[in-house]
T-cell receptor, first 112, second 115 residues
Framework: LAKTTQPISMDSYEGQEVNITCSHN???????ITWYQQFPSQGPRFIIQ???TKVTNEVASLFIPADRKSSTLSLPRVSLSDTAVYYC?????????????FGTGTRLLVSP | GAVVSQHPSRVICKSGTSVKIECRSL??????MFWYRQFPKQSLMLMAT?????????EQGVEKDKFLINHASLTLSTLTVTSAHPEDSSFYIC???????????FGPGTRLLVL
């Protein structure tokens, strides 16, 4: 079962770029890397998913090195509304169900 | 993106009663649905995985007779907390996936308070 390790918390200011790195040393060949955002009392919201190299969408970029043992979520020019918990997950392809096991997540606080 | 709904959004019940929570995928057919529980300031804990038309697979430590899961159709899964007790008070979140390897989309969650 692939596990992930993220910083518990990060602080930033409005307008800055935030990079959250996640390590997943035991990632399996078939596993994708997925990042979710969660606000208090809400379900997690899908941000981005990737397998290798770089993926970019309208809200974030995901950088994955060749060995895939880590990944970095990049949030450009954060705002106060980006204050949330960010979870990095990899699938558990061994079960066949590819269930997602949540780690502690990174609590991002964006200040004015 | 895909939309998953939950009903009710919050429920308060007396100890000993049963509570049913519905999870629906609104714009896609979900072959697999997952149920999570989240306590304050903690991460999500997977409770069980259900595939349409088959029995749910429960995580270790989750009582299958207490948390009944039914995935009767490709758009609906229900979680019934039977004989609820105050320690069952939590935030219950479902997610749905269209197929193996597909992205999981989460519902908004259901806040359960057992008095």
């Amino acid at each position: 079962l692939a596990k992930t390790t993220q910083p518990i918390s990060m602080d930033s200011y409005e307008g800055q770029e935030v990079n959250i790195t996640c390590s997943h040393n035991n990632i399996a060949t078939n596993d994708y890397i997925t990042w979710y955002q969660q606000f208090p009392s809400q379900g997690p919201r899908f941000i981005i998913q990737g397998y290798k190299t770089k993926v970019t969408n309208e809200v974030a970029s995901l950088f994955i090195p060749a060995d895939r043992k880590s990944s970095t979520l990049s949030l450009p020019r954060v705002s106060l509304s980006d204050t949330a918990v960010y979870y990095c997950l990899v699938g558990d392809s061994g079960t066949g169900f590819q269930k997602l096991v949540f780690g502690t997540g990174t609590r991002l606080l964006v200040s004015p | 993106g895909a939309v998953v709904s939950q009903h009710p959004s919050r429920v308060i019940c007396k100890s000993g009663t049963s509570v049913k929570i519905e999870c629906r995928s609104l714009d896609f057919q979900a072959t697999t649905m997952f149920w999570y529980r989240q306590f304050p300031k903690q991460s999500l804990m997977l409770m069980a995985t259900s595939n349409e038309g088959s029995k749910a697979t429960y995580e270790q430590g989750v009582e299958k007779d207490k948390f009944l899961i039914n995935h009767a159709s490709l758009t609906l899964s229900t979680l019934t907390v039977t004989s609820a007790h105050p320690e069952d008070s939590s935030f219950y979140i479902c997610s749905a996936r269209q197929g193996s390897g597909e992205t999981q989309y989460f519902g908004p969650g259901t806040r359960l308070l057992v008095l």
